[in-house]
């Protein structure tokens, strides 16, 4: 019996570490090589040694900005690194069996270049999905997406795989709040926190990203006065790059605003333990929003590109508040939040889903 080959992971963003995670520990459990690639872009790399994977992964390639034609030749770039990466390891005696990323279109292309199956995973159906839907052998989206949307967007039905719930589940179902995170974040950063205060987590939209619209830049400076002048609010702000930190700090120097009340931690933080700890999460970005609203967490959203239909499924159910204009930030609910139970069942569907695909190559 011919054994099975490594499964080839991709990490590019840093809301993949913790979707991976429990899948890459699982196969270790079984006895299933991992070969792990990451891309050195948002606070990825970072995420991953916090995650115990140091040493465990190749970082290949880095964000190339907001520049269509740099965006398009970095893609091109990454992709042939990838493939002469994987191509050296095969040649050594790891053969890999199937390439699985959430997202990585440089994956993608250096799988197909290389004649791997390639699996991929979105749960956004507005970006842009041709590579995707094109060149991966299969693509696993959210049941919530209905089948008329995938078929306007070119993803054939005999190449699509739906999941139930959401892919945040996947590790939330392993979630533990850590008891001494403030602790730890104090004593990493050099502050005192008064958590007397309502605790915000504002995470800035995706300002590289191909869905990303400039309204949503607007309202996360028009947040920045509102939280950062409020004498009851003490706020955490995750930038996504070191230039969109460097933009808020002189955003905050610029219009005077109270620079005691605000946290810009110099690390990275545990997302998961953040949002449960804090009293509200306002974002313009999706994953950091669905894993507060599954946790309980109140939730405004400033994402200003298209809905999605998972978005808008969370709408409906009350778990999201968008926030489309700069008038209507002022509905934001600015009060300490009771620590209850979500409503929200989280089952183990998404992560079963996975194994048992990945267990036919």
């Not at 996504?240 to 605003?257: D, K, N, S, V």
Request: charged share 25%; proline share 5%; net charge positive.
């Amino acid at each position: 019996m011919i054994s099975k080959g490594a499964i080839w992971i991709d990490v590019d963003n840093s809301p993949h570490v913790p979707l991976f995670v429990p899948i890459i520990k699982r196969c270790q459990r079984i006895g299933r090589t991992v070969i792990l690639t990451a891309r050195h872009h948002s606070q990825t790399v970072e995420l991953l040694e916090n995650a115990g994977l140091s040493g465990a992964f190749e970082v290949i390639g880095t964000h190339n900005g907001k520049s269509k034609l740099k965006k398009i030749l970095g893609l091109v770039q990454r992709a042939r690194e990838l493939a002469t990466y994987i191509d050296k390891q095969q040649k050594r005696g790891q053969r890999v069996s199937v390439a699985l990323s959430h997202g990585s279109r440089s994956m993608v292309l250096a799988a197909k270049w290389l004649r791997l199956p390639v699996i991929t995973m979105y749960d956004y159906e507005h970006t842009e999905t041709f590579i995707f839907n094109t060149f991966s052998d299969l693509v696993m989206v959210p049941h919530r997406i209905p089948d008329e949307t995938l078929d306007k967007i070119g993803l054939k039905p005999h190449k699509r795989l739906k999941y139930e719930g959401f892919k945040e589940e996947l590790y939330l179902n392993y979630y533990e709040p850590d008891t001494e995170f403030w602790k730890k974040v104090e004593a990493e950063n050099g502050i005192i926190i008064d958590q007397s205060k309502v605790i915000v987590t504002l995470r800035p939209p995706a300002s590289t990203a191909n869905y990303h619209h400039p309204q949503s830049d607007e309202l996360l400076f028009a947040l920045l006065r509102k939280l950062l002048t409020h004498p009851d609010v003490f706020t955490v702000i995750l930038p996504r790059t070191p230039e969109q930190r460097l933009e808020i700090e002189r955003a905050i120097h610029a219009l005077g605003l109270e620079s005691s009340r605000v946290l810009i931690p110099k690390r990275a933080v545990n997302g998961l333990d953040l949002a449960h700890h804090s009293d509200l999460v306002i974002s313009g970005g999706g994953t950091m929003n669905r894993e507060a609203a599954l946790l309980g967490v109140p939730v405004y959203s400033i994402f200003a590109g298209r809905r999605g239909a998972l978005d808008a499924d969370m709408e409906a159910r009350g778990m999201i508040c968008f926030i489309h204009t700069i008038s209507d930030i002022d509905c934001i609910e600015l009060k300490k939040r009771p620590r209850s139970s979500p409503t929200y069942s989280i089952s183990t569907t998404v992560e079963d889903t996975i194994m048992q695909l990945l267990s036919q190559w």
